[in-house]
């Protein structure tokens, strides 16, 4: 029972602390994107700019400023008909995916949207990053 208790100790001592990983990191990733384009999608700007990263949340302070910004430069991810995950691509053993979206958007314009998604320390992912490739046809990542 000693030894037990001593083993259980001497994990949690040396077990880094504060590091949390995703069970899956693509389907967590995949979870966000659908999130933030659904609330784009719904003119939700509270949920939309709760799923961007620290990073963009400092470029764009503000939330009717962040959803201006998306409106304006990624009309196909804010009027998106339909889209469809491609292909996925983890960084550093998922502290990065990178995420590939094929979008139908409004007017039969297709797109390819690579999505950068970020680990924050609790485990969650945030959009860190949007490029979007005007096609159709999947360009990799």
Known sequence: ???RIASLAAFLFLSPAGVVH???PVADA???ISAQISALINDDADKAYSLASPGIR???PDKT???AMVRDNYEAVYQ???YAFGRSKLVGGGEV???EVMISAKQGKDWTAIYDMRLMDDGSYKVNGVRMI???ASQGI
């Open 134 to 136: 005007r096609n159709t």
């Open 97 to 99: 995916v990178l995420q």
């Open 22 to 24: 995703a069970e899956d």
């Open 65 to 67: 400023v962040f959803f």
């Open 1 to 3: 029972m000693r030894f």
């Open 58 to 60: 400092s470029l764009y």
């Open 80 to 82: 998106a008909g339909t």
């Open 30 to 32: 995949r979870a966000v």
